[in-house]
């Protein structure tokens, strides 16, 4: 684990495990500080994963903006270049997914297998709009905002009668919160990520992907609708879809949903 210099910017990289590559890309303010995290999970059990954080978050380099998309592809790809894997399996998961769509279209030889969860295609079918949520919005506030769209089972009447589990909730984020999440350098690098995040689009040029693709979606995830998985699905050339029981963080609440990607990626 460490710093590595790249073609367009320094990254904070991670691995663990042994067995064939597969890059992992974190999802809207993505930082392996916070724990658990995908290498404290079971993908590292049989592979050999690399997690970073992406430009502007966690330790990684916080050029100034604005980023964009094709940046955040280049990135990943950049960072192969440096660790000298030709090619990798590659999992995306919400904004990484978002990343990996646009790595998928402008460096398809990088990528033996893709896995996109919690994700959309942009332009007409977007995700939830981050880049609407007031500036400097706090975590807990942030936090009960999107409770009822994370998870739309969680809706103001489930709160009401589960305040044991809305706490544990609360509490949870509070665990993840860091002081440097609290200096402007790092506010900028959020910022930046939701404003290139609110370009995302490649709705119309999903045909172009044509890569053996595994798409994983909550069946109660308001961030990332039922539509935009149907229409990844259907776009993508050779892409299946899995539903799992859970809301945008479904990875972590059906456990059958990372059994069913290391066994894609086998």
Known sequence: MGFVTTKNLELYVEERGKGSAVLYISGTGGDLRVKPGVLD???ASGHHVIAYDQRGLGQ?????????????ADDAAYLLDALDHDTVDVIGVSFGGMVAQHLALRHPDRIRRLVICCTSPGGSLP????????????????????MAVSDTRRDEAWQAANPDRVQKL????????????LTDEYKKGARLQLEARAGHDVINRLREIDLPTLICAGRHD????????????DGIRNARLNWY???????IQDKQAWQDIMGFLC
């Open 41 to 43: 999970g079971p993908l």
């Open 222 to 233: 308001g961030i990332a609708p039922a539509e935009n998985q149907a229409a990844l699905c």
């Open 170 to 181: 609360i509490d949870h984020s509070l665990a993840g919160a860091l002081a440097d999440h």
């Open 245 to 251: 029981e859970g809301g945008h963080l479904f990875l």
């Open 60 to 72: 990684s380099g916080k050029p100034n903006g604005p980023y964009t998309m094709e940046q955040y």
């Open 127 to 146: 995700s939830y709009p981050f880049h609407k949520l007031p500036e400097g919005i706090e975590a807990v506030e942030r936090l009960m905002k999107l």
